[in-house]
Structures are given as C-alpha cells and as structure tokens.
C-alpha cells in the first residue's frame, strides 16, 4: 500500500495543485481510504511557499475513496469555489487557531454547497 504522503507526491508530479490566489490543492484518491473515512485538510502557512509556480499561503488537501468518486471531485471543486472568494482566504489566514479554521472551513464549505 502506498502511503497518502507518496500518493499525493504522486499527484503532484503529474501537475502542480496551486493556484495564483496562494492555494494548493493537493489531492488523492487512494484504495486504502474507505468512503465514509474521505476528508479534507486545511492549513494555513505563516510565510508562503512555492508550490510549482505560485506562491501558496492556504493548503486544502483532499483524500478520497475510488468507492465514491464523485464524492471526492465534488468536494474539490467546493473547496475551489470557497477559496475563489479573497474575503474568504483573508478570513482563513486571520484565523487565531486550528479549531476556529476548521470550524471557518466547515461553515463555508456548507454554505456553498
């Protein structure tokens, strides 16, 4: 089994998932993830690194399973919508900890639905 670091690794050679907005998407779909186990992680960075050609601030990586991957493309195109939003990302990074990022995250996601 291939780990999710190599899997994403993987991805990511075959095109980088970054935005000029400061956003990477990194994302995999791997046999070892069970549907109901998908998810999402969010991070943001104090200083921006380059991630191919842009210079990314807000990383959402995504993990899904090839039982539902309609799921998975779903989620990454929401995730791409709430960050189109510069208001958004601004909020993200002004974020003062994990949880209130997570929970940021969260209610934009289901807001646009």
Known sequence: ????????????????????????????????????????????????VTWGSHQVRIVLALFGSPAEPWRHVRMLARAARVCMQPDTRQRFMDCASDTELLDLFTAECNNHG
Not at 7 to 26: D, H, K, M, N, Q
């Open 1 to 48: 089994m291939e780990s999710l670091a190599a899997s994403l690794a993987a991805r990511e050679a075959i095109a980088f998932t970054s935005t000029p907005e400061g956003v990477a998407f990194p994302h995999v779909i791997q046999e070892a993830i069970a549907a109901e186990k998908a998810m999402a992680i969010v991070l943001t960075l104090a200083e921006p």
